[in-house]
């Protein structure tokens, strides 16, 4: 049974920096890939980050490449964020899916994942 728990959110004052945890378990993550969504209130899930559990390949959405960095030990995925803005805060969830025929951007864009966690809160303020 495939598991994702997220940790690492919290209040944070605008450019700070944070990592956020998405501890898997009851799957190889060798062949899944791993994302990052954000759903701010009101808004829709947007695709974050997401690596490949295969090769390590990343993919990181255009508007947020420089401050958004995916990275993966063992079973546990991290998303790096620095220079914390207005614009970041929300439920950041962690999804997972066993690679196919898609490309793991493909699949971030169209939020193909199957598994989800229950996400942290990040909220940015002075």
């Known amino acids: 049974q495939v598991q994702l728990v997220e940790s690492g959110g919290g209040l944070v004052q605008p450019g700070s920096s944070l990592r956020l945890s998405c501890e898997t378990s009851?799957?190889?993550?060798?062949?899944?890939?791993i994302a990052w969504f954000r759903q701010a209130p009101g808004n829709v899930r947007d695709g974050v980050s997401c690596?490949?559990?295969?090769?390590?390949s990343t993919y990181v959405a255009n508007s947020l490449k420089g401050r958004f960095t995916i990275s993966r030990e063992k079973n546990t995925v991290f998303l790096h964020i620095s220079s914390l803005i207005p614009g970041d805060p929300g439920v950041y969830l962690c999804a997972a899916e066993p690679l196919r025929l898609l490309s793991i951007a493909s699949m971030t864009r169209l939020a193909h994942f199957g598994s989800w966690g229950h996400g942290t809160q990040v909220t940015v303020s002075s």
């Open positions: 690596i490949s559990g295969k090769d390590g």
């Open positions: 009851g799957f190889t993550v060798d062949g899944y890939a």
